[in-house]
């Protein structure tokens, strides 16, 4: 059979393999009733599309944020940012550099939203230690409880202002564990549940920081509840200003704008994958240096023959003497044509015809220099690539001015 054929079979059956391994051990998928994702993009579920679609209807600022939290200074004050945890988990966790960039975008004017489990992972732990909360480690268990339950047997939970710039009316939440860390001075609780704090307001340098228990907050299910629409723009809104951009923060939950090659090869699926096919790679080529079966002479090529390169050279030669003819032709012709102008016998010297050229028309070429070079037999030797060229051009002049 034949070696190439082998080796293609192999490298075809090493590709196949690495695909199954890519396909079974890829993510599990999320199932219909797993729309857990508090995201504007998730249209259904925690979704929050259809509170997205009704600011933008009412021509509020709004934005899907994908980018790097480094964007953010580009717009400037007066901002909100909403960020939305879910106890289900969570596709990608925040860095230390993003945690410092929020906080230094906080304190520069702006607002930020976080809404959803902020204790259950070290990420959001630190982000909150960042703001100068106080988060016990054995927090993220509280709300453990609640995520074991059935969702379609959790009751609502309604909500109470206990401050006077929280709003008016009834809060509706989805069941959830009140916040359960200690805010800094002048965090003030703006909405409880049986003493409890679910809402709660801290201001962060020139901004301010606005925790919600529930990442349902503004989920399609919940906006609709109660008063939780108007509360929420009053939330939205600090000062009672519309903010400048509002931004819901969609690269933490897989729709980032940048795709990172380094979270594809964390994961296990793709490195062994990628192992699979190193190993069929260097199979390859390390079988093409060993020789299999019986040695087989190599069928060397004819080379060139010699009459071959006579040819190629004498065809040099023949264009060569077909440039050397063509001047010839030209000096010949414009050689007698002047001698018929001027009235001169054959054996008229070169320096009698320039002498007598100067005369009718000083602004020809020089003709002696241009004769001279007719003496010998190669007229084009010692001349240019274009020389020979500009060689027959002035004895065009010349024989044009003769006429």
């Known amino acids: 059979m034949n070696r190439n054929l082998v080796y293609v079979r192999v490298l075809l059956v090493v590709l196949a393999l690495v695909a199954l391994l890519a396909f079974f051990a890829r993510t599990p998928h999320q199932a219909p009733s797993e729309t857990w994702l508090p995201s504007s993009f998730n249209p259904v579920g ?51 550099q993003e945690t410092q960039l929020l906080d230094n975008w906080v304190k520069g004017g702006n607002t930020l939203l976080l809404m959803g489990s902020l204790t259950r992972s070290e990420d959001t732990r630190a982000l909150l230690r960042e703001f100068g909360f106080t988060v016990p480690e054995s927090a993220h268990t509280v709300s453990d409880m609640f995520e074991s339950l059935d969702p379609r047997i959790k009751p609502p939970i309604e909500l109470q202002p206990t401050d006077s710039s929280a709003g008016t009316g009834t809060l509706v939440l989805a069941q959830c564990a009140p916040l359960p860390f200690t805010y800094p001075a002048g965090g003030k609780t703006l909405w409880q549940g049986n003493g409890e704090p679910y809402v709660i307001n801290v201001p ?18 919940y906006v609709d509840r109660g008063n939780n629409l108007a509360i ?77 390169f006579v040819d190629a050279i004498a065809d040099l030669y023949q264009r060569a003497d077909l440039r050397n003819d063509t001047l010839k032709y030209l000096f010949i012709e414009t050689h007698q044509r002047v001698l018929q102008r001027l009235n001169l016998p054959p054996t008229a010297s070169h320096d009698l015809i320039a002498s007598r050229l100067r005369q009718i028309n000083p602004q020809l070429p020089k003709w002696k220099k241009l004769a001279q070079r007719f003496d010998s037999h190669d007229y084009v030797q010692g001349l240019p690539p274009s020389g020979w060229l500009k060689t027959a051009q002035d004895l065009i002049a010349i024989k044009s001015a003769m006429a």
């Open 232 to 308: 929420v723009l009053h939330l939205l809104t600090p000062d009672g200003l519309m903010p400048r951009h509002l931004f819901f923060e969609e690269s933490h939950h897989g729709f980032s704008s940048t795709f990172a090659i380094v979270r594809l090869l964390d994961h296990p699926g793709v490195r062994f994958a990628g192992m699979l096919a190193l190993l069929g790679l260097l199979a390859f080529f390390g079988s093409s240096l060993l020789r299999f079966g019986p040695i087989v002479p190599l069928d060397h090529s004819s080379g060139r023959s010699a009459l071959e």
């Open 46 to 96: 925690a979704g929050s599309m259809a509170f997205y679609q009704t600011l933008a209807e009412l021509n509020w600022p709004v934005e899907q944020w994908r980018d790097p939290f480094s964007r953010l200074s580009d717009f400037g004050t007066g901002n909100v940012l909403i960020i939305t945890r879910s106890p289900v988990g969570a596709r990608v966790d925040f860095t230390e």
């Open 204 to 221: 962060v340098g020139a901004g301010s920081l606005i925790c919600v228990a529930s990442d349902r907050l503004l989920s399609n299910a």
